[in-house]
C-alpha cells in the first residue's frame, strides 16, 4: 500500500518534523509513506473574501498537481466525517482489499481547501471541530495512520 500526505507549506518545526519521522519509520513495517509538501501562497495578514478564495484556488491548483488519477483522497476538512480510530483502521483495510492501494490525504493551508480539491475527493474525513494548525495536523494525520495499521494488525499499540 502506498500512503501520501500532501500538506501546504513547509513544516519548521523541529518538534513536529521529530515526531513525523518517528510514525513514517515505523509505518515503513505496512506501508510505502511519504509526505509532499506543496508551497504556500503567500498573502498578507488582512485578505477579502475573494483573496481568500484565490490564495486556496493557487494552492489547490498545487494540491491537484500531485494527485493521480488512480488515488483515493482523502481531504481534512472541517465539515468532514468524524471517524473512530476503529473505523478509520477498517477503511484503509478495506481500500487495500479491494484493491485501492494508492491512497493520498490532504491537508489545506491556514485557509482552508479550495472547493476544487474538496471536489476530487473520495471522501472528507475530520478530526473534530477543533481548528489546529496544519503543521500538527500532519503528525496527528501520521499517527493516526499507523494506529490504523496497528489496530488492523491486532497489534496492542491501541488500547
Known amino acids: ?3 501520501k500526505i500532501i500538506g501546504v507549506g513547509k513544516l519548521k518545526e523541529k518538534y513536529l518534523k521529530q515526531g513525523i519521522a518517528e510514525y513514517a519509520k ?11 509538501e506543496v ?5 498578507p495578514e488582512k485578505l477579502s473574501p475573494a483573496e481568500m478564495e484565490g490564495v486556496k484556488e493557487k494552492e489547490g491548483e498545487r494540491i491537484l498537481a500531485k494527485i493521480k488519477d488512480k488515488e483515493y483522497v482523502y481531504a481534512l476538512a472541517i465539515e468532514g466525517k468524524e471517524r473512530s480510530s476503529e473505523e478509520f483502521a477498517k ?4 481500500l487495500g482489499t479491494y484493491g485501492t492501494s494508492d491512497i493520498t490525504f490532504v491537508i489545506g493551508g491556514s485557509l482552508g ?10 471522501t472528507k474525513i475530520s478530526f473534530g ?3 489546529l494548525p496544519h503543521q500538527l495536523m500532519r503528525m496527528v494525520l501520521t499517527e493516526q495512520i499507523y494506529r490504523g495499521f ?4 491486532g497489534r496492542p499499540y491501541h488500547k
Open 113 to 122: 481547501l479550495s472547493p476544487e480539491v474538496l471536489k476530487r475527493a473520495n
Open 39 to 43: 508551497p504556500d501562497e503567500k498573502a
Open 91 to 94: 477503511e484503509l483495510a478495506d
Open 26 to 36: 515505523r509505518l515503513g513495517t505496512f506501508c510505502k509513506f511519504q509526505i509532499v
Open 129 to 131: 471541530r477543533f481548528t
Open 150 to 153: 496497528m489496530i488492523n494488525a
Open 1 to 3: 500500500m502506498n500512503i
